[in-house]
């Protein structure tokens, strides 16, 4: 019997472990714990997903992670947790399609890529409530030029090149809410397809077309739905689950 997908409240008992199967705990509209659902898809990894109510959060989750985030991952007695720490996990411990950059300087660049990537997430956050936006606009623009230039440097259209890198999909979550969130309110945060034809275009429509993408992602309206929900106080978790 397949585990139900709509989300586990405090109060409801645990679906029973199963020794040997990995399992996901979720939250279906979280950007990080989709960093870890396209490492799963990518690499073809079995597993199954709990998803949490993280307004009302059950003290089984609270007992697998003290700090009440989704991702959390649970295979047998491990337990990992904090997004970049699962993919990682799995990069190393499930050999198909492997993501993480061998080369000790590509490795020590991806990790430059992903700090300097909050500059995008935070300013693009911040246009909501600001009163002057020419600041946090100017700080994304850099942000964007810089990975345009990173990208022709390395031939594209992923920053891991021919193939997507552990750094694309670490990327991809955040950038898939940019462009659904703020087309309509934000024109201007987002990543233009002909200012930054590498980042833009490339990357996104070549993202864009990986399974794990398509198999992980929610469209605009949906993402919308969600954020409003989630903005007026009551993200509505199981939003477009019918069963
Ligand atoms: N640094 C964490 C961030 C995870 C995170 O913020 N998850 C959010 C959902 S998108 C969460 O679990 N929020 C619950 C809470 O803040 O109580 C990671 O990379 O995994």
New binding site residues.
């Given amino acids: 019997m397949s585990l139900t997908q709509k989300s586990f409240a405090a109060g409801s008992t645990m679906p029973p472990v199963t020794p040997g199967r990995l399992r996901l705990y979720n939250?279906r509209?979280?950007?990080?714990?989709q960093?870890t659902r396209l490492v799963l898809e990518h690499k073809n990894i079995p597993y199954e997903t709990v998803n949490?109510n993280?307004k009302s959060?059950p003290d089984w989750f609270l007992e697998r992670n003290p700090l009440?985030?989704?991702?959390v991952l649970e295979l047998d007695d491990k337990i990992i947790?904090?997004?970049?720490a699962?993919c990682d996990w799995l990069d190393d411990v499930y050999p198909e399609n492997k993501l993480q950059p061998t080369d000790a300087y590509t490795k020590a660049w991806d990790r430059i890529l992903l700090e300097y990537f909050s500059k995008i997430t935070s300013n693009v956050y911040a246009l909501r409530t600001a009163t002057d936006k020419t600041k946090h606009l100017e700080l994304i623009h850099k942000a964007y030029a810089y990975y345009e230039n990173i990208l022709a440097q390395r031939g594209g259209p992923f920053f891991g090149g021919a193939k997507p890198a552990m750094i694309d999909l670490l990327m991809w979550p955040h950038m898939e809410r940019v462009v659904a969130l703020m087309s309509k309110t934000e024109p201007d945060a987002i990543v233009d397809r002909v200012k930054y034809p590498n980042f833009g275009a490339k990357w996104y429509d070549s993202m864009y077309s990986l399974p794990a993408v398509k198999a992980t992602m929610f469209d605009e309206a949906s993402h919308l739905r969600f954020f409003k929900s989630y903005m007026e106080g009551n993200p509505d978790y199981d939003f477009g689950l019918e069963e």
């Fill in positions: 939250m509209f979280c950007p990080f714990a960093r949490i993280l959060k009440g985030l989704v991702p947790y904090e997004s970049t699962t």
